[in-house]
């Protein structure tokens, strides 16, 4: 290797507010090389994130504690550094691409006087814009962000941050807020960044997508870096136990799925019973039509109406899981929002079996709870008083939540917890039908492995049948009997998981299936 | 645009028709009687009467209303009781000095309030800023004014203290003695009428202050840790350009829809000001007109307040839009 652009040498970092401090960081080291990709692989609060924002001096000053170590970035040292200094290293030498590239530009300054203030020439600006692959350079920086994608804004993000041509860029998870096949076409644009001779740490909790991009794998638990080797050997032969748990929680495309998902402490797993479906439909949509005012302005103010679902027709037969994927605006969450009643459909019909309506568990749990009720009153709010109390221990028991949980409140667990809460809440009402808006698209790999077990555990159980919301194709194929893909507000392919998966009939649903990041071990053999 | 404002002009008339309606039933409730007014206390009651049938003040009250409608469709007010002249002329030679004054003060609590806004944000964890802008919005604004008196003019005299001018019989095309000053070349006039103007917009413009600041503090204090504030460290930026070119646009949008609420407050308070500071504008007007129960004088500075109080508001819609390129009108 190359004389290292970052050295990083006993990181450590106490952050916390008053006095209570938490060691976030204990003893971090490594380095990157010039030209080189590193993954920065770990779970949320393993402190990878704090590592990227030590490196820009950007830590929130009053919750810092106790800060020490080295890090040097092309010769500067970054730790006890006076504000000035930070700031020049900030400009010239380290620049980051943000997570959600939503909200990462300013919404009322123009793209071209945002990249100028960034040190960078027009030309130069044209020319980033240009390599990043964005079309039309020239129009694209006199345009405001909200005129542009996600996709597309974080392509401007990191041509933003390379005219500085800075020695090292941090990229934190910059492709979890976006939809699969822009995610793929982002990442080849940070490989392509190599040839510049940056350094780029990649932050991710996605050791698949760790694997086809980098050069070398750290990968960070509980404020240390437990693994640091070539990405190839950290995939074939990790040699830290935790490497190897993140390496068999993680799934995709050609996880076993006649059997639940192995999770922490499972040695044999027994493949899933058969399920006894039932013959009568738990939930049928026929030509169900949505509009939605997002069209352009009349001469009044109002808005021309757009037209989200486009007769869509799906049937749900009870112990059946359905998983509806699709990319974000495809209108996945208006047709869940339709079943569930939530909002009505302009045309078609939506019949349900059952007197109970569907329930529905919503991807943020934490945020779908009350926060200042006890876990036990959300989940039994509205039972019969002198069954409440042994409905709502039997709910949690069948969430595989102690019963004692129910006088908590949410804020007391975790998140995983609290999904599970969320599941609880939804079962207690014995609904036949049940409704996930894409459950675990916000959680770890080993977390969402253990709630993808559960909801399918419960619904061959229940006999439920099950609508499943999702972006992610390889939980699709996991929990899912058939698959139905959307786009645009069309059903463009629905057949049993396997064979969409395997040989998929739509042009769309093939692009879908590319984009999923893979662990290929030969590949990297 | 042209839908936005077709869709104004039409809340426009509807705001001021609802004026009209409060202002007449008012007038039917409140025992004063014009006539009575007209005529003195001494007169005999069939003169009274007869200047009675003579303003119709006998006809049933919705046939008052409907001719008075129909008055204000030509842009006649009525006859004010207590001036004797028509009550549109009164406005009209009241309006400027108004005018003049309510814009001297949004200038002066603009800035103020910027001022505030930034001190808060920059001077962090300073209580002392949060406590001048509690104790200001807390005095009421007869103390203020009578403070502001008694400190500047009464007790230092640095400043006059009643009044818009210092100079006898000038007359300008615009009403507005600065405005006038500049335009004919008299810096004497301009001079005094500033100093005139300094302690009535103070005092106006310390409540005005005090809420757009804090309005505006508390959006700054969210816009800077949006992720694009972040965006803008990343770059190496100092944190005052942070706050000047990335906060103050994204903040503004509350904090201006503040200053529109904040004007119809200071209607109110114009009435103690003008009153305090022998300002001779339309809420020394009012407060005369209201003291002889003169209603058609009332009527006619509620429907001019009504007026410029949606006007403006309509201008702070159109810069909020101006400020955020999402924004359509």
Excluded at chain 1, 218 to 225: D, M, Y
Excluded at chain 2, 66 to 89: E, I, Y
Aim: aromatic share 4%; proline share 6%.
């Amino acid at each position: 290797m190359t004389e290292p652009v970052v050295s990083v040498r006993d990181l450590v970092a106490d952050l916390g507010r008053e006095a209570e401090a938490t060691r976030v960081l204990g003893g971090v080291s490594f380095a990157v090389g010039a030209g080189e990709i590193v993954a920065l692989v770990g779970e949320s609060g393993s402190g990878k994130s704090t590592i990227g924002k030590a490196l820009q001096g950007l830590l929130p000053q009053d919750a810092v504690r106790h800060l020490s170590g080295s890090v040097r970035i092309d010769g500067t040292e970054v730790i006890g550094a006076d504000p000035r200094t930070l700031r020049d290293v900030r400009r010239r030498l380290v620049r980051a691409v943000p997570q959600n590239p939503m909200g990462a530009l300013n919404p009322t300054m123009t793209i071209g006087r945002q990249l100028a203030e960034s040190g960078a020439a027009r030309d130069d600006a044209e020319t980033w814009l240009a390599r990043t692959g964005l079309p039309d350079p020239r129009r694209i920086l006199a345009a405001y962000p909200h005129r542009l994608s996600g996709g597309q804004r974080q392509r401007v993000m990191i041509a933003m941050a390379m005219v500085a041509r800075p020695r090292l860029l941090i990229a934190d998870e910059p492709t979890t807020a976006l939809d699969v096949t822009v995610q793929a076409q982002i990442l080849d644009l940070v490989a392509s960044l190599r040839s510049e001779g940056t350094g780029v740490l990649f932050v991710t909790h996605d050791l698949g997508i760790a694997a086809g991009l980098a050069n070398r794998i750290l990968v960070c638990h509980r404020g240390q870096i437990v693994e640091d080797g070539p990405a190839a050997q950290v995939i074939r032969a990790p040699r830290a136990a935790y490497s190897r748990a993140l390496l068999r929680a993680r799934f995709d495309l050609s996880t076993d799925r006649s059997r639940p998902l192995p999770t922490a402490g499972t040695a044999e797993i027994a493949p899933w019973p058969p399920v006894a479906k039932g013959k009568s439909w738990a939930l049928e949509l026929y030509r169900v039509v949505k509009h939605f005012p997002a069209g352009p302005r009349g001469r009044w103010g109002r808005r021309q109406p757009v037209r989200v679902l486009d007769g869509i027709d799906l049937r749900i037969a009870a112990g059946e899981c359905v998983a509806l994927v699709g990319e974000s605006g495809s209108g996945k969450s208006t047709l869940l929002r339709i079943a569930a009643g939530l909002e009505t459909a302009d045309a078609g019909d939506v019949s349900r079996s059952g007197s109970v309506p569907p329930q529905v568990v919503f991807q943020d749990a934490v945020g779908a709870l009350t926060p200042w009720l006890p876990i036990g009153a959300q989940i039994g709010e509205g039972l019969p008083r002198d069954t409440r109390d042994t409905c709502i221990a039997e709910a949690l028991r069948e969430v595989g939540l102690d019963p004692a949980l129910a006088a908590a409140l949410p804020s007391e667990l975790s998140g995983g917890q609290c999904q599970r809460a969320c599941v609880a809440r939804a079962l207690i009402r014995k609904p036949s039908v049940l409704l996930c808006d894409e459950p675990i698209s916000a959680m770890d790999v080993s977390l969402a492995a253990q709630v993808l077990n559960l909801l399918n555990d419960i619904r061959r159980r229940a006999g439920l049948g099950m609508l499943f919301v999702t972006h992610d194709l390889a939980a699709a194929r996991l929990i899912a009997d058939r698959i139905a893909v959307l786009d645009k507000g069309r059903l463009v392919e629905e057949g049993p998981s396997e064979e969409v998966v395997t040989s998929p009939r739509a042009a769309y649903t093939e692009q879908l299936l590319a984009a999923v990041p893979r662990l290929s071990r030969e590949g990297l053999a | 645009m042209t839908g936005y404002l077709l869709r104004r002009a039409l809340g426009f008339v509807l705001v001021l028709w609802m004026v009209t309606v409060i202002v007449f039933a008012l007038q039917a409730i409140i025992p004063a009687d014009p006539a009575r007014a007209i005529t003195g206390p001494a007169a005999p009651a069939e003169t009274v009467e007869r200047v009675r049938g003579q303003l119709g003040l006998n006809d049933p009250i919705p046939q008052q209303y409907v001719r008075f409608l129909g008055n204000l469709a030509r842009g006649d007010l009525g006859t004010s009781v207590r001036t004797r002249q028509p009550v549109a002329d009164d406005l009209r030679r009241y309006l400027p000095a108004t005018l003049e004054l309510v814009g001297a003060a949004m200038i002066l609590g603009t800035a103020l309030a910027l001022v505030l806004a930034l001190a808060q944000m920059l001077l962090a964890r300073s209580g002392a800023v949060r406590m001048t802008m509690l104790a200001a919005g807390s005095v009421p604004i007869f103390l203020s004014a009578m403070l502001l008196i008694y400190l500047f003019w009464f007790s230092l005299d640095w400043l006059p203290g009643a009044g818009r001018i210092g100079i006898r019989r000038f007359e300008g095309p615009t009403g507005s003695m600065v405005i006038d000053g500049i335009l004919l070349g008299r810096p004497d006039v301009v001079g005094s009428a500033l100093a005139h103007l300094v302690l009535p917009a103070l005092a106006l413009a310390l409540p005005l202050a005090v809420a757009v600041g804090r309005s505006l503090a508390s959006a700054l204090h969210d816009v800077l840790r949006q992720p694009y504030a972040e965006t803008a460290r990343g770059k190496g930026l100092p944190e005052y350009r942070v706050v000047l070119r990335h906060g103050l646009r994204n903040a503004a949008s509350p904090p201006l829809s503040m200053l529109g609420l904040q004007l119809g407050l200071m209607f109110g308070n114009l009435l103690i000001v003008e009153r305090t500071f022998a300002w001779p504008g339309l809420g020394l007007y009012m407060v005369q007109s209201l003291a002889s129960s003169d209603l058609p004088a009332v009527l006619g500075v509620a429907l001019t307040f009504g007026a410029v109080y949606i006007l403006f508001n309509m201008a702070v819609e159109i810069v909020q839009t101006l400020a955020d390129p999402r924004m359509k009108l």
